[in-house]
């Protein structure tokens, strides 16, 4: 068994997997799902430090969500506007504002902190 201690190397993050793998399926409230929670919780700080994960692009975020539901673009109409302004969002040729923003996050749960972040805008090439 191994010891319960910080995650300090890359051999230490692949030992505390490999006891997880083992612990997978340990019934509650035992000794070893207390082990498991700990070692989960140890190696979520080790994957947080090592291995962060970039907040997806906002236009990306929104394409996601409507994809993963199954939504079509249509359904953008009463957050963003018109057919032509829901193109010129997607297509980066027009920035979210404040109120776009707001709708998404209240009709689509997209997080308002991934929807707030800069993201490049296509250059007018007149």
């Given at each position: 068994m191994l010891e319960t201690r910080p995650i300090r190397?890359?051999?230490?993050?692949?030992?505390?997997?490999?006891?997880?793998?083992?612990?997978?399926?340990?019934?509650?409230?035992?000794?070893?799902?207390?082990?498991?929670?700990?070692?989960t919780t140890l190696v979520e700080a080790y994957e947080?430090?090592?291995?962060?994960?970039e907040a997806p692009d906002p236009i990306e975020a929104?394409?996601?969500y409507l994809e993963s539901?199954?939504?079509s673009v249509d359904e953008l109409e009463p957050?963003?506007?018109?057919?032509?302004?829901?193109a010129d969002i997607l297509h980066r040729k027009q920035a979210l504002t404040l109120e776009m923003i707001r709708g998404?996050?209240?009709q689509l749960g997209i997080p308002a902190q991934i929807l707030i972040q800069p993201y490049p805008l296509?250059?007018?090439s007149a």
């Open positions: 190397t890359e051999a230490d993050y692949r030992a505390a997997l490999d006891e997880i793998e083992r612990l997978f399926d340990a019934k509650l409230n035992t000794p070893e799902s207390d082990r498991l929670e700990v070692l947080q430090r090592h291995y962060p994960i929104v394409l996601y539901r199954g939504l957050v963003i506007g018109s057919k032509a302004e829901i998404l996050h209240q296509m250059q007018n």
